[in-house]
């Protein structure tokens, strides 16, 4: 039996779940809460804004985001979804804005945001490509070690040892995988002008990449991913630490235990934001450094 409310007090409603509110134009309520009468809600993160959005856009038509970005995510959930291959060329700006109900300009200015994120290519004269992994341009945006007063070669890369087994602790943790998961695990050195300056150990989920455990690998694993899997690195996020090296890294290096060395530890997002590789990277620093530019 309910309890009788205080004469004069009206009922209060029942409590709503009420999830964000686009905003009632392009930009609106971007950095303040949104408010409804009396009821506030905080600004959805960019994690959430972007999966309302492609929620919302269905990938294809015009969200509340500026319209150069909606173009940005339709054109990237493209690529996600392999509709253009690693490589080819790209429909003309004018076709792209046809197709979307844009102007050529807001076209150009998202492929402009793709090509600096490396995703794709401008190539005078001929057009918009997919970016490739294997041109030389692609393997320096992830690999960023260089010899000291020297002009960076190609590194080359051979396999130590290759096989599939059950992820450990740490692989579970840094690829968001489950507790049964298995992963391909793979060791590797690389040189630079011959020599031989890191040891790499790279973790990829068995079941986004099955048989790369059989397979011969090229030295840029990034497009062996792309095009026999489907897979594109967008993104790399790297921590650099200074450490001992482990007897059991030194050997394959050929220098002593305990020296200095430089360890990166670099999980690789594809173009859903998942994690789809973890590598370690133990380098040898005497004659080499770690190059970023920041923008």
Not at 259 to 264: Q, T
């Amino acid at each position: 039996m309910k309890a009788a409310l205080p004469s004069g007090t009206r009922p209060r409603p029942p409590a709503l779940r009420i999830d964000r509110l686009p905003g009632a134009g392009l930009g609106l309520n971007e950095g303040r809460d949104t408010v409804l009468g009396n009821l506030s809600f905080p600004p959805p993160t960019p994690g959430e804004q972007r999966r309302t959005d492609m929620e919302r856009t269905g990938g294809n038509a015009v969200g509340f985001r500026p319209l150069y970005r909606q173009v940005y995510d339709t054109l990237l959930r493209r690529l996600a979804d392999a509709v253009w291959q690693p490589g080819q060329i790209l429909p003309s700006e004018g076709v792209l804005a046809a197709e979307l109900g844009v102007s050529q300009g807001t076209v150009r200015k998202a492929l402009d945001a793709l090509t600096a994120d490396s995703l794709l290519v401008r190539r005078q004269g001929r057009g918009t490509f997919v970016a490739e992994h294997d041109d030389k341009q692609s393997v320096f945006r992830f690999f960023k070690l260089r010899p000291d007063g020297a002009v960076a070669g190609t590194p080359t890369s051979r396999v130590v040892a290759i096989a599939e087994a059950a992820a450990t602790i740490d692989e579970r943790d840094r690829l968001a995988l489950l507790r049964n998961a298995r992963v391909v695990r793979l060791e590797r050195v690389r040189a630079l002008d011959g020599r031989i300056c890191l040891v790499e150990t790279i973790a990829v989920p068995s079941s986004l990449f099955p048989g790369l455990a059989a397979m011969e690998l090229p030295n840029t694993l990034y497009s062996l991913y792309a095009t026999r899997f489907g897979i594109t690195i967008a993104t790399a996020h790297e921590r650099l630490k200074a450490i001992a090296l482990g007897p059991d890294k030194a050997p394959l290096l050929g220098v002593p235990a305990g020296i200095p060395v430089l360890e990166v530890d670099r999980v690789a997002v594809d173009l859903e934001d998942r994690p789809v590789e973890w590598r370690l990277s133990t380098c040898l620093t005497e004659d080499i450094h770690y190059a970023s530019v920041l923008r």
